[in-house]
């Protein structure tokens, strides 16, 4: 797991695979202004979704994981906190779904980090990161997000 300043995502773009697309394609869109959807930046390998939610209480909130895919999200509005946790430390709720790529885990409250973001933030989701979107930071607030997916 990555989190910095989206000023500054442009030192990762090695790591991310389709990196020189996916900041030439945030280089040439509005993100605040897209309506909520799927938007394709390298066919099925790179795409945006634009979501917009109401966050929880992050004991009301369960833990995800990918295999294929890994997540790049940036608040676009609004703020939250996003749980990390390495897997190894999850009990497992759902199995692992291959068609939406995605294991959900119990909400367990042993061995994890909570990260703040805002706008102006990102974080970085590799697969097999345990990590849990859409807390509270405080009071329930809406955000409007965007979530890069890209496959590794």
């Known amino acids: 797991m990555i989190s910095d300043e989206?000023?500054?995502l442009t030192y990762y773009e090695t790591m991310i695979p389709h990196g020189k697309e996916i900041l030439s394609y945030l280089e040439s869109v509005d993100l605040l202004n897209l309506e909520v959807g799927k938007y394709p930046i390298v066919?099925?390998?790179?795409?945006?979704?634009i979501q917009e939610y109401d966050t929880q209480p992050e004991n009301e909130k369960f833990w995800e994981s990918h295999n294929r895919f890994m997540d790049?999200?940036?608040v676009l509005k609004g703020e939250e906190f996003l749980g990390y946790s390495?897997?190894?430390?999850?009990s497992i709720k759902n199995a692992y779904d291959s068609l939406g790529d995605y294991t959900l885990y119990e909400n367990k409250q042993a061995g994890f980090t909570l990260v703040y973001?805002?706008?102006?933030?990102?974080?970085i989701f590799f697969p097999g990161d345990g990590h849990k979107p859409g807390c509270a930071a405080?009071?329930?607030?809406?955000?409007?997000?965007?979530?890069?997916?890209v496959q590794c």
């Open 138 to 149: 405080g009071i329930s607030t809406g955000v409007k997000k965007a979530v890069i997916k």
């Open 43 to 49: 066919g099925d390998k790179a795409f945006l979704l």
């Open 86 to 90: 390495p897997i190894s430390a999850l």
């Open 117 to 123: 973001s805002a706008p102006g933030q990102f974080q």
């Open 6 to 8: 989206i000023k500054k």
């Open 72 to 74: 790049i999200q940036i």
